[in-house]
């Protein structure tokens, strides 16, 4: 019978740590550690002064992992250095070694077990049966005389006895069991692609292989799209290990080629030509050795041309294909370096589940991705992408979503340009976080801003925002606070449906919590809605929200509202009384009142700061409809620039004020009005009773009118119309200076 030589191939070059992870990157080894031998069991424990060193036949102080048939049978000192107990294998729980003891040998009074086999050398380190692990710890010459060699296991699958030295084939394939569930566990952690790759990589190297190169398809399908155009494989990681080599506890490190033989392996990206050789190995889907013939083929087209020459030669590498739920979407190749034992058939199976694992992982990861861009999308569209900028007022804007894992929700803001350089600024908020939460709100977002242009009271648009929730479902219900503001005046109007009070934040740094009727939400449908009109002096800034900023599991609504206004009244002592907080400063400061874990809900954040227009940049009058009425226009206008010394503007205003009052006063049947306003742009207003408003039209050579319009729009910076309740307004701007 031919004896067995063994040799030691070492898997790691770093010194594994106690209770390591067998997909750890630092080293930990498909190996069987040898937990401290139980004080009870009449044997000396392990490690201690009264061990025996191994008899000729019996395992070295170093780990064995395979065996190489057709050598001596007595292990010969192994000049390969001495590998270090793995960590990767737990303790089975009935506290013996995997592969250890049957349960129906117990240990008798003299240590030794009825069956003939010592209790604490039933199960040798290292995947050995029948073999005693000495201490490399205990002094030379101390033997213990109740320590004999164990007979060898035999072997479950052949029921031969396995010679000393071997492992069995069970306890290897335990590891191999072990080792896949801690590495596709490793890889089922990961949520995006990226951390799904990185997994694979992290739980390969180095207990696997010696390195990964993983190629992925460019670009990836998404769920039931087809792909269009050829098969694109790109290089998305690779990883290997790393050339410096931990030289502690008698390690040292093996020469590197120069260049490594596995770092010059891999190109950038290929494209798979139908009907090649790495079509077909990925259309076998099964992983496969690269020193066959088809591999061997497909592997120049996968590297480059140029790179197979870097490739170990043997089995010491594998291409295994990665196959979604429906098409390949890559491809993994497992590298061993020279100093390594070939890769086994059985690692074929290892390689097959580890890319089955990452290639559905990646399959749900890209389909995730998809959703989580679409909602990120829907959500930008329901919100405004910027703020106008409107005369008299100026604006900041934040939103938050509940989670990163949710970026959706029904908290919205918005504001509307009105007639008369007023401003609507509304914030709402629709009951949950979800894509359903989102359209509802997309849907009361657009309702309120055509209630808007049509420049209907606050507590009316209230109205019909409830009639439209009814109409969405009985169970659509939101909240909703809608304000607006006068910059001439210096008066805000708020109607409420059930949200949390804006908070008005004066110049002097004192702020307080608007009175305003609370209202029902919107869509419980039958109640009325009350409309209040407040001062809103300049310098003040107002602040709406919504109440995933002042409620959550910690503190109720109106405890986070007093806290709120603290914190609002605070940052404003920082600026001075005579100074206002910048908008952007006060919103961030605003939001760092939340504490980690404080957030439970979406937040919408707008914040406005009345600057008003000084009654002495108004100009406001009433004409007559009749036909000296643009005349007049002409007169007062001119007086009004010369005032505020725009004498340049005279021939344009005078032009355009006459153009727009001549169509006003031909159709209206009331006064019209006419207002100029100076801000840091001369504003135009006329209105009238009429309803219908102005086009552009292209007018005939025959026409003797039909051309105000396009003289507007070509002198003017803007214009525009806007359809009022009592009629409408025309306006336009010009540039000062």
């Known amino acids: 019978m031919d004896s067995t ?61 395979h065996s190489q048939p057709g050598a001596e049978q007595a292990a010969e000192p192994d000049t390969h250095r001495p590998r270090p107990a793995s960590e990767g294998v737990p303790a089975q729980p009935d506290g013996g070694q995997p592969g250890g003891a049957p349960p129906d040998v117990t240990p008798s009074a003299d ?16 995947g050995q049966a029948g073999l005693v692990r000495p201490d490399p710890g205990a002094p030379a010459g101390d033997p213990d005389p109740g320590r004999r060699a164990a007979p060898p296991d035999p072997d479950r699958r052949t ?98 080629p120069e260049p490594s033989e596995l770092e010059t392996v891999g190109a950038e990206l290929c494209e798979v030509r139908p009907g090649s050789a790495l079509a077909e190995v990925l259309r076998g889907v099964r992983p496969v050795f690269t020193d066959t013939p088809a591999a061997r083929a497909a592997l120049p087209e996968l590297l480059g041309e140029d790179r197979d020459f870097a490739l170990p030669d043997g089995r010491r590498a594998i291409l295994a294909p990665l196959r979604g739920r429906r098409r390949v979407i890559g491809a993994a190749l497992f590298l061993r370096g020279p100093e390594r034992i070939a890769f086994e058939a059985d690692d074929l199976l290892v390689a ?72 609507a600024l509304v914030v709402g908020d629709v009951m949950g976080h979800s894509m359903t939460s989102a359209a509802i709100m997309g849907q009361l977002r657009t309702t309120a801003q055509t209630l808007a242009g049509l420049d209907l009271p606050p507590q009316e648009v209230l109205h019909h925002l409830d009639e439209q ?16 503001y006068d910059p001439v005046a210096h008066r805000i109007t708020v109607a409420n449906a059930g949200h949390p009070p804006p908070v008005l934040l004066h110049l002097g740094g004192h702020a307080e919590v608007l009175r305003v009727p609370a209202g029902a939400p919107i869509g419980v449908g039958g109640v009325d809605f009350e409309a209040v009109e407040l001062d809103a002096p300049a310098g003040a800034t107002l602040l709406l929200y919504t109440d995933g ?58 914040a406005a700061r009345f600057d008003g227009i000084a009654p002495s940049d108004v100009s406001y009058w009433f004409l007559d409809p009749e036909d ?44 019209v009005t006419l207002r100029l306003l100076r801000t840091d742009v001369l504003r135009c207003e006329v209105g009238d009773d009429v309803p219908q408003l102005p086009r552009l039209r292209q007018a005939r050579a025959t026409d ?27 306006w336009f701007e010009l540039n000062r200076g």
């Open 628 to 671: 000296a009425a643009p005349g007049k226009a002409r007169r007062l206008a001119r007086r009004a620039l010369a005032r505020w010394g725009m004498e340049d503007l005279t021939d344009a205003v005078e032009l355009l004020v006459s153009e727009v009052v001549t169509n006003a006063v031909r159709y209206a049947s009331k006064p």
């Open 469 to 484: 929730a009814q109409r969405l479902g009985t169970d659509r219900m939101a909240t909703c606070l809608y304000a607006v």
């Open 549 to 606: 900023l002042v409620e959550s599991r910690l503190r109720d609504v109106w405890t986070g509202i007093e806290q709120l206004r603290e914190r609002l009244a605070a940052t404003a002592q920082l600026t001075g009384p005579d100074h206002p907080p910048p908008l952007e400063a006060l919103c961030d400061e605003v939001l760092d009142m939340l504490g980690p874990g404080d957030r439970d809900d979406d937040i919408a954040l707008l």
């Open 352 to 423: 097959a589940q580890l890319a089955t694992h990452s290639a559905l992982g990646i399959d749900k990861a890209v389909l995730y991705g998809r959703e989580a861009y679409i909602a990120d999308e829907l959500q930008r569209t329901m919100l405004p992408e910027n703020l106008p900028r409107c005369t008299g007022v100026r604006l900041a804007s934040r939103y938050l979503p509940a989670a990163e894992t949710a970026r959706v929700g029904g908290d919205w803001y918005d504001a509307i340009p009105l007639p008369g350089s007023r401003v």
């Open 704 to 730: 003797e009118g039909g051309r105000g319009l396009y003289l507007v729009n070509r002198l003017a910076r803007r214009w525009g119309a806007t359809r009022l309740s009592t009629g409408k307004v025309v």
């Open 111 to 126: 240590g030794v077990s009825s069956g003939g086999v010592s209790a604490g050398s039933a199960s040798a380190g290292g």
């Open 159 to 256: 029921g031969q006895p396995t010679a000393p030295g071997r492992p069995t084939p069970m306890r290897r394939d335990g590891d191999r069991l072990r080792f896949v569930g801690a590495a596709t566990r490793r890889i089922a952690r990961g949520m995006d692609l990226d951390e799904i790759v990185m997994g694979l990589c992290r739980a390969t190297v180095p207990t696997f292989a010696d390195a990964i190169l993983v190629y992925l398809r460019e670009p990836l399908p998404v769920g039931d799209e087809r792909p269009t155009g050829p098969l694109v494989l790109r290089l998305r990681r690779t990883d290997r290990i790393p050339a410096e080599r931990d030289t502690e506890g008698g390690f040292t490190p093996a020469p590197q």
């Open 5 to 65: 030589r063994v040799t030691e191939h070492p898997t790691s070059f770093d010194r594994p740590s106690t209770g390591a992870d067998p997909t750890d990157p630092c080293g930990a080894l498909l190996r069987t550690p040898v937990p401290p031998r139980a004080s009870g069991s009449g044997l000396p424990a392990q490690g201690g002064a009264d061990q025996t060193p191994p008899a000729a036949g019996e395992d070295s102080p170093g780990a064995f992992e």
